[in-house]
């Protein structure tokens, strides 16, 4: 509610209303699983569960794309004006060279990118290894088990430095 641009602004209201219903519903599931609730369809919790994590988790990945675009589009314009002039064509250029040439050229920018800005790669980092859990619950994407084990262990890893080191933690504009 604080950020000043809309797109976060938006993406993190509604990361955050899901991320409340999950809770109950996660509440709920755990009143079943101890006896205070035993009548609850535990498969219809656990489906509202992960189909409101897995929003919750999209809209944050949404947001990281949203301040990686724009830390990107920064970066070229500062490498755009650090240019004086420009580089001419090397002998025996090619169309093949034109295609990887933008890709080296974009992933080359990302890297950049997000190497001024720890904590935007550390929370994109998170997001990412985070949403295999609920894609792999609902079906969209099922994975190995070990592939979300190893996904969980860099998500926690990600978690564990924004709160031993919270300068690294990414704040709203």
């Not at 993406?11 to 509440?27: E, I, Q, S």
């Not at 924004?162 to 300068?167: D, N, Q």
Request: aromatic share 8%.
């Amino acid at each position: 509610m604080r950020a000043s641009d809309l797109v976060p602004r938006v993406c993190l209201t509604l990361a955050h209303l899901n991320r409340v219903v999950y809770f109950v519903c996660d509440t709920v599931l755990w009143g079943r699983s101890v006896g205070l609730a035993p009548g609850i369809d535990q498969e219809k919790w656990r489906l509202w569960a992960a189909r409101h994590y897995c929003c919750s988790l999209v809209l944050s990945l949404l947001r990281d794309l949203y301040e990686v675009s724009l830390r990107m589009e920064q970066a070229a314009q500062d490498r755009a004006a650090g240019e004086k002039s420009a580089s001419q064509e090397p002998l025996g250029y090619s169309v093949a060279d034109e295609e990887t040439e933008w890709l080296q050229s974009f992933l080359l920018l990302l890297f950049r990118s997000l190497r001024k800005h720890p904590p935007l790669l550390l929370d994109t980092v998170k997001n990412l290894g985070d949403i295999l859990i609920p894609l792999d619950q609902l079906g969209i994407y099922k994975s190995n088990p070990g592939v979300i084990g190893l996904c969980g262990l860099v998500s926690s890893l990600a978690g564990a430095i924004t709160v031993a080191w919270p300068h690294l933690r990414l704040k709203t504009p």
